[in-house]
């Protein structure tokens, strides 16, 4: 099963997205219903996405994104949903609030990162992220590369990120990498890097994708992702 949400099929000029060469999600564009009307930079200019496939390939992802919107909504409607797959990557997670123009993070947890994975016996071709918490992982011990089984709550956010929550009879079936480097040294060492939000899963300065963080509801001016695994990303001179 393929995350449509997070399909990116058309250009826009709008200057918001010079910045990911104009590639626009669907799930933007189903949000904004700016397509093929377009949608109003000023009041006197109208700017419309531009499919970058054919109108028949078009007609086909629309049947598939049906099929997919019917599949999400079941799952979320039921309090438990199976998963297993391949961990790529055990992160920690952070909650995030900027007050007065500092910014503070928390500790809260850890994120298991899939990507991809069997979910009620559907493979999933994205990323899913399971969110468990210290106590757990402790008590777990999950290391990158581990096949892991578990069940938890179905979420699928307005960007179209699939994340797991509340999981339970979590279970190492296959071990994988036999080092865990998250230990409490290791956090306290972290030199976080965050960046603005936008609309797009990768880093603007490296490769790695970004997690789906927290934020503290009272304290949101801003919202900021992070770097995940955590790397030196500081904004090059010459990449704006």
Known sequence: MKNYLKSIIFNCQHPQFEINDYRVRYWHVLKRKCFPQGCLIDERQPIAPVLTISQAEYRDFI????????????????????????????????????????????????????????????FFEDYVYVLIDKKTQDKMNFHDDDTVSGCGRFNIDEKGIVSITKPTKLKTIIPGSPNNYWDN????????????????????????????????????????????????????????
């Open 63 to 122: 049947a598939g994104f049906k099929v997919f919107q019917k599949w999400a909504a079941s799952r979320s409607k039921k309090l438990k949903s199976n998963f297993i797959g391949v961990v790529q990557y055990v992160a920690p997670r952070f909650e995030i609030a900027l007050v007065e123009g500092t910014l503070f993070y928390t500790f809260i947890g850890y994120t298991l990162v899939y990507k991809e994975c069997l979910i009620d016996n559907t």
């Open 185 to 240: 040294q290791a956090l306290a060492d972290i030199s976080l890097r965050h960046i603005d939000y936008l609309q797009q899963d990768n880093c603007l300065e490296c490769h790695w994708a970004l997690i789906n963080t927290e934020w503290h509801p009272h304290k949101k001016q801003h919202r900021f992702q992070l770097c995940c695994p955590f790397k030196d990303c500081s904004p090059k001179e010459d990449s704006r």
